[in-house]
């Protein structure tokens, strides 16, 4: 047999549970279940139920006493998934935390690399994994120039190269266009109809994997709480599921009211715009768009179009490559008009950012502390700094993770914490680069209602989302960015 492929493997889990060093809670607990080889399960739960930990633990990537505490046992094969070197396949929520190498090309090859497969393999199986998730860049294109999405595709080609006989899906398609969702779950069923492995995918909307998937695992307090085929579990436990926050089809949770008055004044302009991520080539150009105040504007389009760079550019955080960002005298308050050009302080109570990836902008200790750092910054008494900081814990679900760590959080968490942070600040307008990620029906309708209140309020909000239902619940008006320059 080769060392990176010996067959879909076995997978058992006996009472396990894990909980991270700085947490009180457990993040799974008395979790027993058996995964035959070649089966194809998912995994579904609310957000922070522990999903994202379960495949971390078959990944073998939890750490060890120091990081945390477990019990029970979690196997591979027979054997501790600590003890099985390439045969499990791990993809990430975060791309950029599974990205190691400058190149496209050489971060695709790195795992098969590390696995001990001959090089003249190698590269065949490097562009093969390409193609099959879509990702259409030369092999030395640099990583670093990739948009979000791109990222995850890259990252799921890293995986299917390896070819192991376990792989390990979070939340793969988070980040994609409609149209790479479907191409990334058919890339998986190729993979699986080439080379059989068993398949584990975490993902909170289940529609596109339901073609593919013959068993369901519901997760939560207490370990597993349905476990079936797709149709006996949602059709006996669809109300109990969708109450707890799971995304089930036919039970969409509820929008808010329609806006309560037309948008105001314009409060940011783009004009004749040109935005560049940091390689410094326009990704698109000749943007005109104006952004009002108690106006929701949902910036869409396919992966690698400049979404991401637009909001940035947006923000005050990228200079324009060409054009002009210009904010209305109103929210300049005396400032110049050109974004880029204010202090990180002038910007925290103007222009607000929440980024794609949650991770670059957490800079404290505590979850608590973390919703502290702008209004600190501004020199808002520490009274009105903790009265703010409880509102937004309490509406976002974060109360009982006041005290974690915030690297600690799932990433559904991180980015209602993120989301949180920036409205601490109360900015006029608020940039925000795909604000449900990683949410359950629940905590993605209590994000809409709390965007809506701010709309409703006079604030300018950006949303930079695939997430086409935000734009509908919000009454946003869509701004759609054409493929890349």
Same mark, same amino acid.
Request: aromatic content about 2%.
């Given at each position: 047999?080769?060392?990176?492929?010996?067959?879909?493997?076995?997978?058992?889990?006996?009472g396990?549970g894990?909980?991270?060093?700085s947490?009180?809670?457990?993040?799974l607990?008395?979790?027993?279940?058996?995964?035959?080889?070649?089966e194809?399960?998912?995994?579904l739960g609310a957000?922070g139920?522990?999903?994202?930990?379960?495949?971390?633990?078959l990944?073998?990537?939890?750490g060890g006493?120091e990081?945390?505490?477990?019990?029970?046992?979690?196997?591979?094969?027979?054997a501790?998934?600590?003890a099985?070197?390439?045969?499990?396949?791990?993809?990430?929520q975060?791309?950029d935390?599974?990205?190691?190498?400058?190149r496209?090309?050489?971060?695709v090859?790195?795992?098969?690399?590390?696995?001990?497969?001959?090089?003249?393999?190698?590269?065949?199986?490097?562009?093969?994994?390409?193609?099959?998730?879509?990702?259409?860049?030369?092999?030395?294109?640099?990583?670093?120039a990739?948009?979000?999405?791109?990222?995850?595709?890259?990252?799921l080609a890293?995986?299917?190269?390896?070819r192991?006989g376990?792989?390990?899906?979070?939340?793969?398609?988070?980040?994609?266009?409609?149209?790479?969702?479907?191409?990334?779950?058919?890339?998986?069923e190729?993979?699986?109809q080439r080379?059989?492995?068993?398949?584990?995918?975490?993902?909170?909307?289940?529609?596109?994997?339901?073609?593919?998937?013959?068993?369901?695992?519901?997760?939560g307090?207490g370990?597993?709480i349905?476990?079936?085929? !797709?149709?006996?579990?949602?059709?006996?436990?669809?109300?109990?599921?969708?109450a707890?926050?799971v995304w089930?089809?036919?039970r969409?949770?509820?929008? !808010?009211?329609?806006?309560?008055?037309?948008?105001g004044?314009?409060?940011?302009?783009?004009?004749?715009?040109s935005?560049?991520?940091?390689?410094?080539?326009?990704?698109?150009?000749?943007?005109?768009?104006d952004?009002?105040?108690?106006?929701?504007?949902?910036?869409?389009?396919p992966?690698?179009?400049g979404k991401?760079?637009?909001?940035l550019?947006?923000?005050?955080?990228?200079?324009?490559?060409?054009?002009?960002?210009?904010?209305?005298?109103s929210?300049?308050?005396?400032?110049?008009t050109? !974004?880029?050009?204010?202090?990180?302080?002038?910007?925290?109570?103007?222009i607000?950012?929440?980024?794609q990836?949650?991770?670059?902008?957490?800079l404290?200790?505590?979850v608590? #502390?973390?919703?502290?750092?702008g209004p600190?910054?501004?020199g808002?008494?520490?009274?009105?700094?903790?009265?703010?900081?409880?509102?937004l814990?309490?509406r976002?679900r974060?109360?009982?993770?006041?005290?974690?760590?915030p690297y600690t959080?799932?990433?559904?968490?991180?980015?209602?914490?993120?989301?949180a942070?920036?409205?601490?600040?109360?900015?006029?307008?608020?940039?925000?680069d795909?604000?449900?990620?990683?949410?359950?029906?629940?905590?993605?309708?209590?994000?809409?209602?709390?965007?809506?209140?701010?709309?409703?309020?006079?604030?300018?909000?950006?949303?930079?989302?695939h #997430?086409?239902?935000?734009?509908?619940?919000?009454?946003a008006?869509?701004?759609?960015?054409?493929? !890349?320059?």
């Open positions: 047999m080769r060392p990176d492929h010996t067959g879909p493997a076995a997978i058992e889990a006996h396990w894990w909980r991270h060093a947490r009180l809670a457990w993040a607990r008395d979790v027993s279940f058996r995964i035959d080889p070649g194809r399960v998912l995994v957000s139920a522990g999903k994202s930990t379960l495949l971390h633990g990944a073998g990537v939890l006493d990081e945390g505490e477990s019990e029970g046992e979690l196997l591979i094969d027979g501790p998934a600590t099985t070197r390439g045969r499990a396949g791990l993809v990430l975060d791309p935390s599974q990205i190691i190498l400058a496209a090309g050489d971060d090859a790195f795992g098969c690399e590390n696995l001990g497969v001959p090089r003249a393999e190698i590269w065949p199986r490097v562009a093969a994994a390409l193609d099959a998730v879509g990702l259409d860049v030369p092999l030395d294109h640099p990583t670093k990739l948009s979000g999405g791109q990222k995850q595709r890259l990252a890293g995986m299917l190269a390896m192991p376990l792989v390990l899906l979070d939340e793969p398609t988070a980040n994609l266009d409609p149209q790479g969702v479907i191409e990334v779950r058919d890339a998986v190729r993979m699986l080379q059989p492995a068993t398949l584990i995918v975490v993902e909170h909307r289940l529609d596109v994997w339901l073609p593919l998937i013959t068993r369901v695992i519901v997760v307090a370990g597993v349905a476990d079936g085929a !797709p149709h006996e579990v949602l059709g006996a436990e669809g109300a109990r599921l969708a707890d926050g089930v089809p036919g969409a949770p509820a929008d !808010p009211a329609a806006p309560l008055q037309g948008p004044a314009a409060l940011l302009s783009a004009r004749d715009l935005v560049a991520r940091v390689t410094g080539r326009p990704v698109t150009s000749g943007i005109d768009l952004v009002h105040a108690g106006q929701v504007l949902a910036i869409t389009g992966n690698g179009a991401s760079t637009l909001g550019t947006l923000a005050g955080l990228l200079p324009p490559a060409g054009g002009e960002v210009a904010a209305s005298a929210l300049a308050g005396g400032l110049v050109a !974004p880029i050009r204010w202090a990180s302080r002038d910007l925290l109570t103007r607000g950012m929440v980024f990836e949650p991770e670059h902008q957490l404290a200790k505590t608590r #502390d973390e919703l502290a750092v600190r910054a501004l808002i008494p520490e009274d009105e700094i903790a009265a703010r900081s409880d509102e814990l309490a976002l974060l109360d009982r993770l006041a005290a974690a760590n959080l799932s990433g559904g968490e991180k980015r209602r914490l993120t989301v942070a920036a409205i601490a600040t109360r900015p006029r307008v608020l940039v925000l795909e604000p449900t990620f990683g949410q359950d029906a629940r905590t993605w309708a209590e994000l809409v209602a709390m965007l809506a209140v701010l709309r409703d309020e006079g604030s300018a909000i950006v949303t930079i989302t #997430d086409l239902d935000v734009a509908r619940a919000l009454h008006e869509r701004f759609e960015l054409g493929g !890349p320059a």
